[in-house]
């Protein structure tokens, strides 16, 4: 299993990015794919997931700024992320769970500026 985020970047407080994440390995057609991340000296916390079926559910702190979109023709799942904010910084990882095992991509930066 191979998952490959990108995307990430430098922007100005109030901007967006759009983070990618591709798939290898997994039957991407039925299994969820989540969005973590972490910021410094912080645990691991979860973005938001979308299902097989595209249903999406996000933490509070980032709903109605961000969106997970998913193309499974593409094999790739999108973090649409609007109204950055400085918290937002944090390095941004996909993750499924496949077979009662995790996998994680290897993470792509986010830094907002304020």
């Known amino acids: 299993v191979q998952l490959q985020a990108s ?14 994440c591709a798939a290898r390995g997994i039957n991407f057609s039925i299994h969820t ?42 094999r790739r799942v999108y973090l649409q992320m609007h109204d950055l904010k400085p918290e937002d910084t944090a390095v941004y990882y996909c993750h499924v769970v496949r077979l009662g095992r995790a996998f994680w991509g290897q993470g792509t930066q986010v830094t907002v500026s304020s």
């Not at 430098?10 to 990618?20: D, H, T």
């Open 33 to 74: 794919i989540d969005w973590y991340r972490q910021a410094p000296g912080e645990q691991r916390g979860l973005v938001g997931s979308i299902s097989s079926g595209g249903s999406a559910n996000y933490a509070d702190s980032v709903k109605g700024r961000f969106t997970i979109s998913r193309d499974s023709a593409r």
């Open 7 to 20: 995307g990430g970047g430098l922007v100005q407080a109030g901007g967006s990015l759009r983070l990618s």
